[in-house]
């Protein structure tokens, strides 16, 4: 199933970028702790702030074709990933609206969630040095790539029982 | 104002040396040898020159080598390793396209580039702010 294969080369692919990303903001921040240079004693991400081009590393946008994408930006003390849900129609969108509901109230129980999702992206993430044990942050990866396999599935499979049920309205009638 | 000047010369040189190679990619394609034409693309790769024109006309030609690729696996047996840090910060130019033929091949790549390479690849692509592609 081409489908199939392609979502899991996609997920495969941001795992594995954001593993990296994780290890490319702690290495940098073991060998300095990077206070942030303004203020004094707060550790203000980096990744939304932008203040220093020198603490910030390359964005990267992975895309899954035209409609779904991942948008991952690592600085030096944080990570912001943010998504764009495949809605090709109507139903599509009411559907993802209801899940990504449904899943933020789960992502807040690990503080992660943007309150608003970056311009042109259903959904944000914010990891901060504030996650810090290292175990957290790979639960953290686990959860995100494990909702956007539920978001796949959990939609094709609404559809699919939707279509189902118009479909019988119709025979009955 | 000198130094704009200097970079457009260095510009038009470059982008008479990717035409060149390009010639040399189209018959390595001819002649069914995809891996020899994405080493040809990837070498030389004008990655620290700020000029767009430049990491465009690159790119393009990298772009075809990769969509000439059909045996993946059967590409990293040919592959030197010295091309995988460059070859993947072209993937992730290729992953922000969104054009969905591309981000397949892509994905495909990525997934055995990264097992082959590890995630230090990766991490040097996001953190080589300086030659970017």
Excluded at chain 1, 12 to 34: E, G, P, W, Y
Aim: net charge neutral.
């Amino acid at each position: 199933m081409v489908g199939a294969n392609t979502l899991r080369l996609y997920l495969t692919c941001i795992r594995n970028t954001l593993d990296a990303a994780m290890c490319a903001a702690s290495a940098v921040c073991h060998l300095q702790n990077f206070p942030c240079q303004e203020v004094e004693r707060h550790n203000k991400p980096e990744v939304e702030l932008k203040t220093s081009p020198e603490l910030l590393l390359n964005p990267v946008l992975i895309c899954r074709n035209e409609a779904e994408k991942c948008l991952i930006e690592t600085s030096i003390n944080s990570l912001r990933i943010s998504l764009k849900v495949k809605q090709a129609d109507e139903l599509e969108n009411i559907l993802t609206k209801k899940f990504l509901r449904f899943l933020s109230m789960r992502a807040e129980a690990f503080q992660v969630l943007r309150r608003k999702p970056v311009q042109g992206y259903d959904i944000s993430f914010l990891i901060t040095n504030y996650h810090c044990e290292e175990m957290q942050k790979h639960k953290l990866i686990d959860f995100i790539v494990q909702f956007m396999e539920d978001i796949d599935k959990e939609i094709s499979e609404l559809k699919m029982s939707e279509h189902t049920r118009q479909a019988g309205g119709y025979r009955v009638s | 104002m000198a130094e704009d000047h200097v970079e457009a010369d260095n510009a038009e040189a470059i982008i008479a040396r990717i035409e060149h190679k390009s010639r040399k990619i189209e018959s390595l394609l001819k002649q069914y040898r995809p891996v020899e034409a994405l080493k040809t693309a990837l070498e030389g790769s004008p990655p620290n020159t700020r000029d767009e024109r430049c990491k465009s006309a690159n790119w393009i030609m990298v772009h075809r080598a990769i969509m000439a690729i059909k045996d993946v696996d059967g590409m990293f047996s040919s592959l030197d390793p010295e091309y995988y840090d460059i070859l993947m910060k072209y993937l992730y130019r290729g992953l922000s396209t969104g054009d969905r033929p591309t981000c397949d091949q892509c994905l495909r790549i990525h997934e055995k580039l990264t097992e082959r390479a590890g995630l230090g690849c990766i991490l040097r692509s996001l953190a080589d702010t300086v030659n970017t592609v």
